[in-house]
């Protein structure tokens, strides 16, 4: 993916061959990143990861992910919380 404005909430596709069996999984955006994002796993309890308060985050550069959309809700750290 090009270089874009990414805000919280929004989810990206990692790319098929990203590293520790995590390519193809969805991430969502916490940070917006100058290198890309740093963002969570939507489905990383089916892979062996580390996790911080229940999520497994990663920072995959714009090279390793294509933009898919954006979230309506945000799980924040056990409660739900709208996004704008």
Same mark, same amino acid.
């Given at each position: 993916?090009? /270089?874009?404005?990414?805000?919280? !909430?929004?989810? #990206?596709?990692?790319?098929?061959?990203?590293?520790? !069996?995590?390519? +193809?999984?969805? #991430?969502?955006?916490?940070?917006?990143?100058?290198? !890309?994002?740093? !963002?969570?796993? *939507?489905?990383?309890? &089916?892979?062996?990861? #580390?996790?911080?308060? +229940? /999520?497994?985050?990663?920072?995959? &550069?714009?090279?390793? *992910?294509?933009? #898919?959309?954006?979230?309506?809700?945000?799980?924040?750290?056990?409660?739900?919380?709208?996004?704008?």
């Amino acid at each position: 993916m090009k /270089k874009r404005d990414l805000e919280i !909430g929004d989810v #990206v596709q990692l790319k098929p061959d990203y590293g520790n !069996g995590f390519g +193809g999984m969805l #991430v969502v955006v916490t940070e917006p990143k100058e290198f !890309g994002c740093q !963002g969570y796993l *939507m489905a990383y309890h &089916s892979v062996n990861a #580390v996790t911080w308060k +229940g /999520k497994a985050y990663l920072r995959p &550069s714009w090279a390793d *992910m294509e933009y #898919v959309g954006k979230l309506h809700w945000l799980e924040a750290d056990g409660s739900d919380t709208e996004v704008d």
